[in-house]
């Protein structure tokens, strides 16, 4: 077996700790890109829930792994406030491992209920034993369509880099050698929620790098009870919008409340 620079069978590390040890010793970029395909999934709690990270390729897990706290955790945190003891209606679209809508959905409540969407067939095998892991299977729905605004059957393309939690439809990363794309399956958001009766939603989160237009927008055109009273989503895309999101936020009645580096959290009163 040929051994990874740096590391031998007598020095590999047993656990996550010895793992994280060595992680944190690389002091340069390269080093870091060579250790990091080898890391090996580990438990990790973080804001009262438990996940197993897959830190090799995928950020989000790798901060889970690296500090025990979700990228964004200033904006869960909030959330979790906001939302708690409210029994809310959480849907997440791009729900990754589950590291955003996970601490909101237990902070909850017992009958909070959570509706979440990742086409991704290795991640939402993830996200799957993580619900399982806090105990939630009876109380989240999981999707395992991309969401649009239409039906059909797309492509989920990756970035260079590999990125797990990266993966969005339609529009091709501008890169040679990028991964090989997924085909999936595209469904408008109002059509799953009346599939699974959803009679309100709390909290939208959207995380589908560049199309939260493509999400939105279609389900603001929609009826008015199914407007979320929040909503979640990345702003830095907006170049490659199609649809005149931040417009119909405002004639909807909705109002910027808080911005997270390159997320902002939308409240809509009444």
């Known amino acids: 077996m040929t051994e990874k620079p740096g590391i031998t069978s007598e020095t590999k590390p047993r656990t996550r700790s010895d793992w994280l040890r060595l992680w944190l ?7 870091k ?5 080898q890391l090996p999934p580990a438990p990790v709690e973080a804001m009262g829930c438990r996940f197993i990270a897959h830190p090799a390729d995928n950020f989000t897990e790798l901060k889970l792994w690296e500090t025990g706290l979700p990228p964004e955790h200033e904006a869960t945190r ?23 809508f996970l601490p909101i959905h237990l902070a909850g409540g017992r009958a909070a209920r959570s509706i979440v969407f990742e086409p991704n067939p290795k991640m939402r095998k993830r996200l799957e034993v993580n619900i399982q892991l806090n105990g939630l299977g009876g109380s989240v729905r999981v999707f395992d369509c991309a969401v649009g605004d239409r039906a059909g059957q797309t492509a ?6 590999g990125n797990m939690g990266q993966g969005r439809i339609d529009v091709p990363y501008p890169h040679k050698r990028v991964p090989e794309a997924v085909k999936v399956q595209v469904r408008p958001l ?19 790098e560049g199309l939260e237009d493509r999400v939105i927008v279609p389900l603001l055109e929609g009826e008015a009870r199914l ?42 009163e009444g």
């Open 156 to 161: 989920l393309h990756f970035p260079r880099n």
């Open 25 to 31: 010793a690389a002091d340069t970029q390269r080093a």
């Open 33 to 37: 890109n060579v250790l990091r395909p």
């Open 227 to 268: 407007w979320p009273k929040m909503i979640y989503f990345e702003t830095a895309h907006d170049g490659v919008w199609s649809y005149p999101l931040m417009e119909r936020l405002a004639d909807c009645g909705y109002e910027l409340i808080e911005q997270y580096d390159a997320n902002a959290l939308y409240l809509r």
């Open 78 to 100: 909030f959330l979790c406030d906001a939302l708690r003891g409210l029994d809310p209606v959480i849907v997440d679209v791009g729900a990754n491992a589950g590291a955003f």
């Open 190 to 208: 109002a059509e799953c929620l009346a599939e699974v009766g959803a009679q309100r939603v709390d909290l939208l989160k959207v995380d589908v």
